[in-house]
Nanobody, 122 residues
Framework: VQLVESGGGLVQAGGSLSLSCAAS????????MGWFRQAPGKEHDFVSA????????YSSDSVKGRFTISRDNANNTVYLQMNSLKPEDTAVYYC????????????????WGQGTQVTVSS
């Protein structure tokens, strides 16, 4: 199984970025997908998750209304559209796959990508 994130970079506060995570080696539609982030010296924080069929989504309060998670099961890809970015959004962003319903707890995810850096300047 391989999850490969892309789309990170440097952006000014108030700007937007779109992350992608391409999955291979698994039956993508069987897996709920999540995005997590880790700032320096901190634990992984939950960002957003999406159900296997893409109908249900859940986001943390810190990103609700600014970030949107979506998926394309035909192309084995999950996305995270990030708008109105803030300096506190700076972190390495990871996608993760869970064989089952979506969850908020990182420990319930089975596969992880290598992460992509997002830096928001003030």
């Amino acid at each position: 199984v391989q999850l490969v994130e892309s789309g990170g970079g440097l952006v000014q506060a108030g700007g937007s970025l779109s992350l992608s995570c391409a999955a291979s080696g698994l039956t993508f539609s069987r897996y709920a997908m999540g995005w997590f982030r880790q700032a320096p010296g901190k634990e992984h924080d939950f960002v957003s998750a999406i159900s296997r069929n893409g109908v249900y989504t859940y986001s943390s309060d810190s990103v609700k209304g600014r970030f949107t998670i979506s998926r394309d099961n035909a192309n084995n890809t999950v996305y995270l559209q990030m708008n109105s970015l803030k300096p506190e959004d700076t972190a390495v962003y990871y996608c993760a796959a869970r064989d089952g319903p979506y969850r908020q707890n990182q420990n319930e995810y089975h596969y992880w990508g290598q992460g992509t850096q997002v830096t928001v300047s003030s």
